[in-house]
């Protein structure tokens, strides 16, 4: 009679090559839609509106870009994060295809990389996640890694393979939707003015808007793509009675936030990096700013692209916050995350 | 580079005969009507089952009335109110069709009147608003009149147009959807007895129960309208730290609570008036109390109109409060509405 | 002109043999669906995922049981417990039909016992309550029994009439969803890899997580079900200022912890028994351990049934707390259920 339950996967049971195929698939549709924009300010058009979508030559307004990633990211937890001692970094994402009401996603990992750390009590686990929907097409893919503790410290080390990551996915290689056309895009009905060729490489913007954090409500988000991490819940897992925000909640937020100001940045396709730079908790108060990193054009009608640094800080942060002298993140910086977004030309 | 946020406008930049189409268009489905129904106890059983209002004689159960207001209206915001000083006032709202899961919403408001404050900071602004389906049709208007800040204090004063605002609805005004039907209308599964003719002219409802307000919750609700108002999310925005909550929550749960004795005054069809008296924070306790104003027969099989006045009150208010003898609302006195409902004859 | 608001009904109110359509018929939906995955950490796979669902033998994935349990609960509530002094247990529940989106649940009960307490003050009543669907088909029925207030302390006492109740159902009575096999059943997907041989009569499972109750969301979960008894929203309502957590929360809650160690036990077909041995309070976080009581064999296609007891427990229960040496519950326990659910064999 053994233990049922999952105690999770720790740093000598991963293999490089080993394919991880996560449990529980999960329908998403119109709820999930009203809960993200319940618990986000979330206003982008083409995920709030069916009209608005079907005149960009969608069938429809597809799941926002990040209920996708959050769904295909909380499959991967029991199975790669349960023992894990801290998110270390993203990359080498793309969305591949639109999440529409009604599609079933499922998550599969390969594990592509592993560096035991020098004290030898855990190691560093890099995987490649799919998420795929009910016609097993890949909807999105991410790099992530992780560092992971040991279950036995006498565990000989792994040999150490580190994957060769792209610290940027390349213009060309980012997924346009089928059939999406910002040719008649109506800049009215999606709230801003501002096209493709009115944003500058450099130019920063601070989004201006903030919200405080409610343990109600990052605890509705994280069961909602059905993260089980004891650390965001439970509050007397830590020993100071806090509940660690799952990175997720903020990632989420920050990008609703720069609505104000990147209204016609409407859909993300690629994730270049990620950073999760201090822990955020129930009381903070979470703002946002971006800085244009890049622009490359596409060959979808009226589209281009551009690359964003989107910086998520709390209460208390000085303009445009970001690292200190000494190179580390200034202790009120949330998230510092690279993406591409579409946005009409 | 200039900003790219939504400053949002001032008094000086509104001129009376001005149309403003605000942005993101909204499909609303039954997520929305989940939501609304954990967020507020509301029961009444036309917007609860699709076989009551079957039998009513629509195609299924319609949205609730009041989620169409508040996406109507939080579109609105960030070009009516995000300078404003204070909501003001409502009148002329009438419902003209119901909304159903799948309809996508867009806002268009009128600048109908303007009049400058005799301190030259401020003015009142006047708009009517109108809602619209994917079919062009409007679905509710109103008139709303909020004071704006002025951006220049030298900008002069425009001329001063008061539209003229009829007090009531009158009741051969009154829209009732195609179809609608109470001749065999089930009591019961209603949840009350009390038809049309039960009530009179001056009776007064306390409904008894109260619902104690929390941030998460209010939040939710009001991003859910995408009403992006600063001082409803951010606790570090106003100098007590407290976050305003937006005054359609204290409608929303008022009109839930008014079930209890209200259960069959189904469908708010007009409103005749509106003040928020006093603000709302979370830790407050709402209940509330109405008073029959009028009533009036209609052309539809078996359906009679009543107005009402809906009061929110919180903690320790006195029994049907409303104004002291300075004519001034009570100090726990949240809301003071005045509508027409359909109820079953 | 009468109070229109609703009293509720008292001991001498009940007959035996009385039957009671208990208001507000509700259709449930996959906003309901994704509302139930927020508030609890719920993953079994057959109510996560059509596709899963569908390679089981059914249409898609139908609601959780308890969204049926808690729904057709609710409407009993304004019948039978507004003047409840305490909800004293349930017995011979079985869930008879899946609940799908779209449906739209109504409940009816019968007063199948009555029992005047000896201090003359109160009584106890039994009620057999069955959730019908838009086909006038039973998809729930249970017995709860109550203890009522009595209006009039000098109202005679009834006839005692004890219902006949079983202690459990027993397992050639379960009935298993027309159609379900679970022959083809993924338990990669499913999330454990323990069938239903692998579990042990008398084997305890430690589901280890745990979650911390906050105000929003028991009361979010609680109006979902339109469940409206005060003592559960209002703050003013009980002396000590604390809002009670409807007993329902903490069963869900339980049940969606339980994953951890019972992935398989995928769907509820009957529930025996039940007690809420403590009140919960928001602030408390709650666990849950499982013991095996029984199990049966089926007639359907690799489909074993399993008998569990579930106890939720908050913070300081000892392992596996549940009774003390005096026979009562252990201050910690807030909750002790027995029911039967379905497995892969």
């Known amino acids: 009679m053994a233990t049922k339950t999952n105690p999770g996967r720790f740093f000598e049971d991963y293999k490089v090559?080993?394919?991880?195929?996560?449990?529980?698939?999960?329908?998403?549709?119109?709820g999930e839609r009203a809960l993200y924009h319940a618990l986000y300010p979330a206003r982008h058009a083409l995920y709030s509106s069916d009209a608005f979508a079907a005149d960009c030559g969608l069938d429809?307004?597809?799941l926002d870009d990040l209920i996708a990633f959050h769904v295909v990211f909380g499959k991967t937890v029991p199975d790669v994060s349960l023992n894990a001692v801290a998110n270390l970094g993203y990359g080498e994402g793309?969305?591949?295809?639109?999440?529409y009401p009604g599609d079933t996603l499922r998550s599969v990992s390969e594990v592509i990389g592993l560096k035991q750390n020098s004290n030898g009590k855990s190691g560093v686990v890099y995987v490649r996640t799919r998420g795929?929907?009910?016609?097993?097409?890949?909807?999105?893919?991410y790099v992530r890694w992780v560092m992971v503790r040991k279950r036995d410290l006498d565990a000989p080390a792994p040999e150490t393979v580190l994957p060769e990551l792209r610290k940027v996915v390349p213009a060309e290689d980012l997924v346009i939707p089928e059939g999406l056309s910002?040719?008649?895009y109506?800049?009215?009905?999606?709230?801003?003015?501002?096209?493709w060729g009115d944003y500058e490489i450099g130019e920063k913007i601070d989004h201006v808007d903030g919200v405080t954090i409610e343990e109600a409500e990052h605890m509705l988000a994280t069961r909602l793509w059905q993260n089980t991490a004891k650390v965001h819940f439970d509050a007397t897992f830590r020993e100071d009675g806090k509940r660690l925000i799952y990175g997720g909640h903020i990632i989420s937020m920050a990008r609703a936030l720069s609505f104000n100001g990147l209204a016609n940045a409407q859909m993300i396709v690629a994730l270049n990096g990620g950073a999760h730079a201090n822990p955020c908790f129930a009381g903070d108060t979470v703002k946002a700013w971006s800085e244009v990193l890049d622009k490359a054009e596409t060959d979808a009608p009226g589209i281009g692209a551009i690359r964003l640094r989107?910086?998520?800080?709390?209460?208390?942060?000085a303009p445009f916050a970001l690292k200190g002298e000494d190179g580390k993140y200034a202790p009120e910086v949330l998230l510092d995350l690279d993406y591409w977004a579409l946005m009409p030309l």
Do not use: C, M, Y
């Open 60 to 62: 429809g307004s597809p």
């Open 17 to 30: 090559g080993q394919v991880i195929a996560h449990a529980v698939p999960r329908t998403v549709a119109e």
């Open 182 to 184: 910002f040719e008649e």
């Open 310 to 317: 989107l910086v998520a800080v709390k209460q208390g942060a």
């Open 94 to 99: 793309r969305w591949l295809l639109p999440v």
């Open 186 to 195: 109506d800049f009215t009905q999606a709230g801003e003015p501002h096209r």
């Open 132 to 141: 795929l929907n009910q016609n097993d097409e890949v909807v999105l893919e």
